[in-house]
């Protein structure tokens, strides 16, 4: 059993000190109150390579969504509105991966159809004659 914690500092005092971004395992939250748009956007950027991002928002909150989203893209495997990524469904086009450190491979996942490409290798064969391929790509 573990007690949970939820702890609040400001965005200026989170962007000064790196290890507020540090992964936390356990129950653990961490609210980071922006003074703006601006502030928030230089928090994303800040971030290191995450499995997920979430973003919480209202219908008058889309501008800013739609701004953040670029920089989520590049930080995260998977981006939710509105919601927890507790859960993972195992699907076609599910994405449990992100950028290092979150994965140290970004383009595979550990879940869903596509998770099979971690234990792939792509070769090429050039000039190779076809009975001397592998049967799968006659």
Same mark, same amino acid.
């Given at each position: 059993?573990?007690? =949970?914690? %939820?702890?609040?500092?400001? !965005?200026?005092?989170?962007?000064?000190?790196?290890?507020? #971004?540090? &992964? *936390?395992?356990?129950?653990?939250?961490?609210?980071?109150?922006?003074?703006?748009?601006?502030?928030?956007?230089?928090?994303?950027?800040?971030?290191?390579?995450?499995?997920?991002?979430?973003?919480?928002?209202?219908?008058?909150?889309?501008?800013?969504?739609?701004?953040?989203? =670029?920089? %989520?893209?590049?930080?995260? !495997?998977?981006?939710?509105?509105?919601?927890?990524?507790? #859960?993972? &469904? *195992?699907?076609?086009?599910?994405?449990?991966?992100?950028?290092?450190?979150?994965?140290?491979?970004?383009?595979?996942?550990?879940?869903?159809?596509?998770?099979?490409?971690?234990?792939?290798?792509?070769?090429?064969?050039?000039?190779?004659?076809?009975?001397?391929?592998?049967?799968?790509?006659?």
């Amino acid at each position: 059993n573990a007690t =949970p914690y %939820l702890f609040e500092t400001t !965005g200026e005092n989170w962007l000064a000190n790196h290890v507020l #971004g540090e &992964e *936390v395992f356990g129950p653990l939250g961490l609210v980071v109150r922006v003074r703006d748009i601006a502030e928030m956007q230089a928090i994303a950027r800040a971030l290191e390579g995450q499995l997920t991002c979430t973003i919480h928002m209202d219908a008058g909150d889309a501008a800013d969504a739609r701004s953040l989203m =670029p920089i %989520l893209e590049r930080k995260a !495997g998977r981006i939710l509105a509105n919601g927890f990524p507790t #859960g993972v &469904e *195992v699907s076609d086009t599910m994405v449990h991966g992100g950028p290092y450190p979150a994965s140290t491979n970004f383009g595979a996942t550990s879940v869903g159809t596509m998770s099979i490409r971690r234990f792939l290798r792509p070769v090429c064969y050039q000039n190779i004659p076809t009975d001397v391929l592998p049967v799968d790509l006659v």
